[in-house]
């Protein structure tokens, strides 16, 4: 016999488990399966940012002098492994075309009801969940580390003042009083107040499957690629035997394609690799918030397990074998602008950042399949992105009036 549940959720990261939790706390009993524990693939390892506060996309680079640099694999923010580039091109080329000044600003547009209310969107989930302790409302600062850099942010700035995010611009001195243990070794930074982090995204993931399993719901080891139709609902093969819904999410992050295909529903997902390690930090020196070095492409975050660096982006086949080179091309800066010690494990982590190309998440109904729906492609800002994702998704599957016009997420925008 199959266990019976209102909605089975696939994917145990931080967007799935937030829309099982969303979807019990309105009463509904959910199945949130996952073929590991929840948030142990990309949700574990980012930079820990909930960034209420982002104006554009991360974008393709333009400028001629760092695409070269790139294509000689020199640039510390990005890599990419010759082997794969033919079969990821199409993908490249639509981001390429995606990173002009206008599509940048019309995605900030529509993504602007979802950045607006992730701050208030984790806080709510975490005080619910007792995992407040995560939670610094301290903002983040970005470092320019030339007057070029600093100026090619001011028509960013500038369109962020313009639909509501507030950045403080400050000297070396200035970013010194709120971070002492930064050296002076960059020109200007912006303080972005809004901003928000955590300091273990792990557990915080944790935290919140735990609340969903006090609400009666249950969390299940399984493979969401048995998803199969059965007596007219959705099933799925799990270690506790077969569990049916009339609905069912893929919150499968950047393996939603293993289940979306089979099933003929294809997307333009590309996969944007990143890397952590974790560093003991010398001496007393400390970091109060995370801290982004921008034109070297690197991010500095405290974290319980130390100081945590996180690269840029690296283009490769989702399951290719790890190569950390950036790191070699990184730590010579990241050394000189914070007291960084040894690093504390023996490996760097390896994730994948699961992007579209106009950097919007894929959120809503499942063209072609009843009952089926799609909440992944959250790239950069799915930590962010995942609690206000799990509320719109359940306004959406509960009939409720969506907080946020949904349309701009649909997957059909892809034709
Ligand atoms: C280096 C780096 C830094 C980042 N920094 C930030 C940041 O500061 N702020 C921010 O907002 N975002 C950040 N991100 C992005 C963010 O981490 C991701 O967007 C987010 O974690 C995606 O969550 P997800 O739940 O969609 O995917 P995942 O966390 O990958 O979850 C997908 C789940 O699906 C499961 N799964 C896969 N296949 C199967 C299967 N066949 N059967 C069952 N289960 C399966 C996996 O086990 C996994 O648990 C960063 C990412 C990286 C790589």
Redesign the pocket.
Known sequence: MAQRTDAIV???????TSVALQLAKRGLSVAL????GP?????Y???????GASVFPTAFPRSLKKLIQVALKRAPEANYHWGDLLKIAPWLVSYYRFSSLENLKDSAMKLRPLMSRAVAEHETLLQDSGAMKYFRKTGWITLYRSDAAFEAMKPQLEFGAQIGVAAQTLDAEGTRKLEPNLNPVFRHSLFWPDVASLSNPLMVTRAYAARLAALGSVVIK????SLHRADGKWRVDTESGPVDAENVVV?????SP?VLEPLGIRVPLGIKR???RHFDPKGNASLTRPVIDTEIGYALTPMEQGIRL??GAEFASRDAPATPVQFDRLMPYAKELFPLGEPNEAEPWL????NMPDALPVLGRAPGQKGLWLA?G?????????PVTGRLIADMMTGATPFADPAPYRAERFG
């Open positions: 696939l994917g145990a990261g931080i967007v799935g399966i996952d073929r590991r948030g142990e693939e990309t949700s390892g980012n930079t820990g940012v909930i960034v399984g493979d969401a690629r919150a499968l992050g950047p393996w293993d990143g890397y952590h996180t690269t994730g994948r950042r699961p992944f959250h790239g950069h800002w799915g930590l962010t992105l995942g």
